[in-house]
T-cell receptor, first 115, second 114 residues
């Protein structure tokens, strides 16, 4: 079974600064998908960004971008110009393209944006 | 369009009672998932539906847990004879079909068993 590791249980950063959340995963396959989800105190999981492993270009969504290092099996999330509304739990998730296994989540990083 | 909705938002029950949690997926999404999230923890997979059938029930923690889906739409998660360790947020997600499609989550139901 694949594993997803988020080594930073908690992080905090000043508003307007840039922060990077780390995620590593373990697989021997080539075709897979990676996701970052955000879970604010309202508890709804919101998709932040999705990356297909076959795409070399790093995915971006406004202030959110990823650094996808396939050889290193690393998938970090960069939040630029952080805002108070970015305060949330952030979960990294992984699934293979082929096969029947489920979407696997990391244990999450609690990010606090300090005003 | 409308997102995934879940009801009730919060549920308080007494130990030993049965509860039903409801999920309305995004219209046209054939795949539906249930997860459990205990306080301060990550997501624990419970069950996956493709249409009305459940090819993967591997995450259901005991035979007190069951789920069904009808009309390729609404799903109900039932917990019988609730225990205090069942207290958690139950999240539902839906996606277009294939397991690698993006899952969109509902707001969850917070269950508290006294």
């Amino acid at each position: 079974a694949q594993t997803v590791t988020q080594s930073q249980p908690e992080m905090s950063v000043q508003e307007a600064e840039t922060v990077t959340l780390s995620c590593t995963y373990d697989t021997s396959e080539n075709n897979y998908y990676l996701f970052w989800y955000k879970q604010p105190p309202s508890r709804q999981m919101i998709l932040v960004i999705r990356q297909e492993a076959y795409k070399q270009q790093n995915a971006t969504e406004n202030r959110f971008s990823v650094n996808f290092q396939k050889a290193a099996k690393s998938f970090s999330l960069k939040i630029s110009d952080s805002q108070l509304g970015d305060t949330a739990m952030y979960f990294c998730a992984f699934i293979h393209h082929f096969g029947n296994e489920k979407l696997t989540f990391g244990t999450g990083t609690r990010l606090t944006i300090i005003p | 369009g409308a997102g995934v909705s879940q009801s009730p938002s919060n549920k308080v029950t007494e130990k030993g009672k049965d509860v039903e949690l409801r999920c309305d997926p995004i219209s046209g999404h054939t795949a539906l998932y249930w997860y459990r999230q205990r306080l301060g923890q990550g997501l624990e997979f419970l069950i996956y539906f493709q249409g009305n059938s459940a090819p993967d029930k591997s995450g259901l923690p005991s035979d007190r847990f069951s789920a069904e889906r009808t009309g390729e739409s609404v799903s109900t998660l039932t917990i019988q004879r609730t225990q205090q360790e069942d207290s958690a947020v139950y999240l539902c997600a839906s996606s277009k079909g294939d397991r690698w499609e993006t899952q969109y989550f509902g707001p969850g139901t917070r269950l508290l068993v006294l």
